[in-house]
């Protein structure tokens, strides 16, 4: 069947009504974007986009200014404030949007590690908990940031049935949903069933203006719990048919709005040279395909993310924005670099973390403002936002605002 001209305009990434009522309103930025009408936030950007968490019509048009600008968001793991707030300076810094993603266990890390998991509630309430801290501060830098959660596989989906309640409540009273956008991964079934389940909750998505982004194919390697270093490496290459199917089926969904991460031989974690083979052809190979199908003017009609984008080349990231990649997943490179900081920090300051009292200075000196928590965890912060400023160069995420 040929899709008309108009259902591919409503289709895939151009959904969502205008979102009238925005969120953050007692932020006094918000409010002197809502008086002067029309006034853009971001000279560079589509002026549905403020300063603060970024939802609805205003993500969509985000994306797609990515996309036909050719640059991509780092979407980064966080485990709690330190990290978030990691990511928003970063993202201050050099001057691009940010998109903060919580893992199923990195909710229940903010929830505490003592508590129990029964039905997900830790994992649950610490996502909620870790969003409403972005809500409240993300305006303060000045950078649009998108609340995301990651994998969430067949067994996980209590965890999102309980993110999707936080989600509705929040759009009672706000008018817009707490997270912009999640990632339902059921790559592990078929594909009639990933894309079954994936469009029963796109149909839910859709009515709170939540973006979807669903996963064909596999990931390779191994990420928060999830191992798949043992997959056939079959798998880890999509085929454009299998997106085509995806796309329809989910364009059907009015209000629709989602992202594909397809699999091009990307995997979680950093390997040695050599282990792994990136095909990000596949990408554009895909495009091309839905293009013809749709008989459409757009050469690029899917949203594409990247999984795994560690220890990837530039040559190989860049080769993939051009084929519609508007994110790009880093975690393993991210926390590295947050030990790393600690690392260095306790390796520069080591005579004076050996006890309460007593270092190179004296016996009787304090070292109380070397072991305040805040300092190492400090330290962890800078070296990550460094890292990220080098992951928003090799995404071209840079000074892409003002
Ligand atoms: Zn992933």
Redesign the pocket.
């Known amino acids: 069947m040929k899709i008309s001209p108009l259902v591919f305009l409503l289709a895939g990434a151009h959904g969502f009504a205008p979102v009238s009522n925005m969120a953050s309103r007692s932020s006094p930025l918000a409010m002197s974007t809502e008086t002067e009408a029309g006034k853009k936030a971001f000279a560079q950007l589509p002026a549905s986009v403020k300063p603060g968490v970024v939802t609805g019509q205003a993500l969509v048009d985000l994306l797609q200014h990515a996309k036909k600008e050719g640059w991509a968001i780092p979407g980064v793991n966080i485990v709690g404030t330190n990290s978030i707030n990691s990511c928003m300076e970063a993202a201050a810094k050099y001057g691009g949007p940010i998109m903060v993603t919580f893992s199923k266990g990195g909710g229940q890390f903010i929830a505490g590690k003592s508590l129990g998991n029964e039905e997900d509630s830790a994992s649950i309430a610490g996502c909620v908990a870790g969003a409403k801290h972005v809500r409240e501060v993300a305006a303060l830098y000045n950078v649009p940031v998108i609340l995301h959660t990651?994998?969430c596989q067949k067994a996980w989906l209590p965890w999102m049935d309980g993110l999707l309640a936080a989600n509705e409540e929040y759009y009672k009273d706000h008018g817009e949903p707490l997270f912009s956008s999640h990632m339902l991964d059921l790559s592990e079934e078929s594909l009639e069933e990933n894309i079954g389940i994936c469009k029963e909750y796109m149909e839910k998505f859709a009515k709170l203006d939540i973006l979807l982004e669903f996963e064909l194919g596999v990931?390779g390697g191994e990420?928060d719990g999830v191992d798949n270093t043992e997959i056939d490496s079959a798998r880890l290459y999509t085929q454009p048919e299998e997106v085509f199917y995806a796309y329809e089926q989910l364009s059907q969904v009015p209000n629709a709005a989602f992202t594909c991460?397809a699999s091009f031989g990307n995997v979680?974690g950093v390997y040695a040279p050599g282990n792994v083979e990136l095909r990000p052809v596949i990408l554009h190979n895909t495009q091309e395909y839905i293009s013809e199908k749709l008989d459409s003017e757009d050469k690029k009609p899917m949203l594409f993310v990247f999984?795994?984008g560690s220890g990837s080349s530039p040559e190989d990231i860049q080769y993939a924005i051009d084929a519609g990649v508007i994110k790009m997943?880093i975690d393993t490179d991210t926390q590295w670099a947050y030990w790393d900081g600690v690392r260095e920090y306790e390796a520069k300051h080591h005579d004076y973390l050996q006890g309460q009292i007593g270092n190179p200075d004296g016996d009787d000196k304090p070292n109380k403002k070397y072991y305040d928590p805040r300092m190492m965890l400090r330290a962890g912060e800078e070296a990550m936002a460094e890292r990220l400023c080098k992951a928003a160069e090799d995404l071209n995420c840079v000074n892409v605002l003002n």
Request: proline letters at 0%.
């Open positions: 990651d994998h990931t990420e991460a979680h999984h795994g997943n």
